[in-house]
């Protein structure tokens, strides 16, 4: 069983639409839970975070998480064509040497006009 | 300063050559890590360093070799690659590598290397 476990679509949906990104994990141990976004041939870029189980909103991006169901997601409103990227779903682990971040294998979103 | 600063962009090496990457910040962030990224693969943890000390090696072979000089400062030597270690290496920082939950890393551009 994969550490992150992420569709890796891709996910169309059409402009002004809802986009609904899903990530599991196994490890019980992750303490918080970061959404990144890559462009194709670009670095990962940080959207958002979640630690506590429910919801939290940030603009039109809301993170929802429930650690007994071992899983984190993220709606993406009002979609736009410029949000076509890959999203990447990254538990944060605190081990002895420090913590690290996991990364799942991502979704690649597509936002059609 | 917000930005981690990776040079070079692009590199070209042959399986004999030695070469370094560099990585530097000045956002006081006191973790740095190496990422490797291939094509359509997430990226993959190579290293950690905090507070300048290596923390985390997920084992990577004795070819690369990570270097921390200073706090803002992150190397990684290159020796004896091999084609598969073609990939995107990504540096990133965080403000503490500790308890706190809240601290994300930021990343680098990037380089692309490409073992010949």
């Known amino acids: 069983q994969k550490e992150v476990e992420q569709n890796s679509g891709p996910l169309s949906v059409p402009e002004g639409a809802i986009a609904s990104l899903n990530c599991t994990y196994s490890d019980r141990g992750s303490q918080s839970f970061f959404w990144y976004r890559q462009y194709s041939g670009k670095s990962p870029e940080l959207i958002m975070f979640i630690y506590s189980n429910g919801d939290k909103e940030d603009g039109r991006f809301t993170a929802q998480l429930n650690k007994a169901s071992q899983y984190v997601s993220l709606l993406i409103r009002d979609s736009q064509p410029s949000d076509s990227a890959t999203y990447l779903c990254?538990?944060?682990?605190?081990?002895?040497?420090?913590?690290?971040?996991?990364f799942g294998t991502g979704t690649q979103l597509k936002v059609e006009l | 300063d917000t930005e981690v600063t990776q040079t070079p962009k692009h590199l070209v090496m042959g399986m004999t050559n030695k070469k370094s990457l560099k990585c530097e910040q000045h956002m006081g962030h006191r973790a740095m890590y190496w990422y490797k990224q291939k094509a359509k693969k997430p990226p993959e943890l190579m290293f950690v360093y905090s507070y300048e000390k290596l923390s985390i090696n997920e084992s990577v072979p004795s070819r690369f070799s990570p270097e921390c000089p200073n706090s803002s400062l992150l190397n990684l030597h290159l020796h004896a690659l091999q084609p598969e270690d073609s990939a995107l290496y990504l540096c990133?920082?965080?403000?503490?590598?500790?308890?706190?939950?809240?601290?994300?890393?930021?990343f680098g551009s990037g380089t692309r290397l490409t073992v010949v």
């Open positions: 990133a920082s965080s403000q503490d590598n500790g308890a706190q939950q809240s601290y994300g890393y930021t």
């Open positions: 990254a538990p944060r682990t605190f081990t002895g040497g420090g913590n690290k971040l996991t």
